[in-house]
């Protein structure tokens, strides 16, 4: 079993729409919680972290995570035809003083016009 | 501005070859790490790095070798043991504990076997 595990999609949904993504995990000592954006060809950028449970808001987009499931979700409102791209689930523990991040596998995402 | 540079952008292996990516960081962050993309796959990590001189195994460290002998640079080989090398490589970089959480990525490596 991984670790975290990720819907790889693809999902496409109209411009506008409400888009919400989801990983869960296994390993309970995870703390800190992020996503990150991905455009083709391009490299990862951190769109949003939080620490353990709870919502963050950060404009159109909203974290979300609750550690007693072990499932975290980003959802992104207004969606705009910008906003397609990979999405990468990724959680940090801390392992013999190392930060590390484990990734889910992603999900593509299109938001059509 | 600060930033990680990852070169070449496309690189080509001929069968049996050594290659080297290379990976340079002027945000003065401590650790470096290299990691392997692959379609529906996700990031696998290859090597880390927390400080000058030392370097540890990731999760699919077969066929890769690295070097930290400054700061700002961790360069990443792969060799002629790795047996399927085509892939994006994409290295990133954090402060090691503190401050920043998460880690700021390169633009990524396409390496591709001919």
């Known amino acids: 079993q991984k670790e975290v595990e990720q819907d790889p999609g693809p999902l496409s949904v109209p411009e506008g729409a409400i888009v919400s993504l989801n990983c869960t995990y296994s390993?309970?000592?995870?703390?800190?919680f992020m996503w990150y954006r991905q455009y083709s060809r391009k490299g990862p950028e951190l769109l949003m972290y939080?620490?353990?449970?709870g919502n963050k808001e950060d404009g159109r987009f909203t974290a979300q995570v609750d550690k007693s499931s072990k499932y975290i979700s980003l959802f992104i409102r207004d969606s705009q035809p910008s906003d397609s791209a990979t999405y990468l689930c990724?959680?940090?523990?801390?392992?013999?003083?190392?930060?590390?991040?484990?990734f889910g596998q992603g999900t593509r995402l299109t938001i059509n016009p | 501005d600060g930033g990680i540079t990852q070169s070449p952008k496309y690189l080509f292996r001929k069968e049996g070859q050594n290659v080297t990516l290379s990976c340079e960081q002027n945000l003065n962050h401590d650790a470096m790490y290299w990691y392997r993309q692959d379609p529906g796959q996700g990031l696998r990590l290859i090597y880390y790095s927390q400080i000058v001189n030392d370097f540890q195994k990731g999760d699919i460290a077969e066929g890769y070798s690295v070097s930290r002998e400054k700061k700002e640079s961790f360069p990443l080989t792969v060799t002629s043991a790795q047996k399927n090398p085509t892939a994006f490589y994409l290295c990133?970089?954090?402060?090691?504990?503190?401050?920043?959480?998460?880690?700021?990525f390169g633009s990524g490596t396409r390496l591709t076997v001919v």
């Open positions: 939080t620490y353990s449970s």
């Open positions: 390993n309970s000592a995870f703390q800190y």
């Open positions: 990724a959680m940090r523990s801390i392992i013999q003083g190392a930060q590390k991040l484990v």
């Open positions: 990133a970089s954090s402060i090691a504990l503190r401050g920043q959480y998460g880690y700021t």
